[in-house]
């Protein structure tokens, strides 16, 4: 069973950027594709971005393409998101989870199928 623990988040105005981290603890995280998953003020839950276990296929919904980044250092058992030209629509509470479905073999993915255990999550705030 593995434990995640998401930090970074902030308040940043507009067009700032913010770097969020997850440390996973427990067995064989190699293994596990990873993912960051959203959830907005009075919205549902909304995957941002995903992983493969090696970190050579990653995935973004459209509307953060070009603008957040997604790696994973395995030998520090760490996720990473960076967000650059951030927005105000990008404020939410950000959690990492783990991934079910293969980002190396699918692209899209459903917030109610394909997503593992969680973090506590990471308060991201961006507003002038």
């Known amino acids: 069973e593995v434990l995640l623990v998401e930090s970074g988040g902030g308040v940043v105005q507009p067009g700032g950027s913010l770097t969020l981290l997850c440390i996973i603890a427990?067995?064989?995280?190699?293994?596990?594709?990873m993912g960051w998953i959203r959830q907005a003020p009075g919205k549902g839950l909304e995957w941002v971005s995903t992983i493969n276990t090696n970190g050579d296929s990653a995935h973004y919904i459209s509307s953060v393409e070009g603008r957040f980044t997604i790696s994973r250092d395995n030998a520090k058992n760490t996720v990473y998101l960076q967000m650059l030209h951030l927005k105000p629509e990008d404020t939410a509470v950000y959690y990492c989870?783990?991934?079910?479905?293969?980002?190396?073999?699918?692209?899209?993915?459903?917030?109610?199928?394909?997503?593992?255990?969680r973090g506590q999550g990471t308060q991201v705030t961006v507003s002038s």
């Open positions: 989870a783990t991934v079910l479905r293969d980002p190396t073999l699918y692209s899209d993915f459903d917030i109610a199928r394909d997503f593992g255990r």
């Open positions: 427990g067995p064989n995280f190699d293994d596990h594709a």
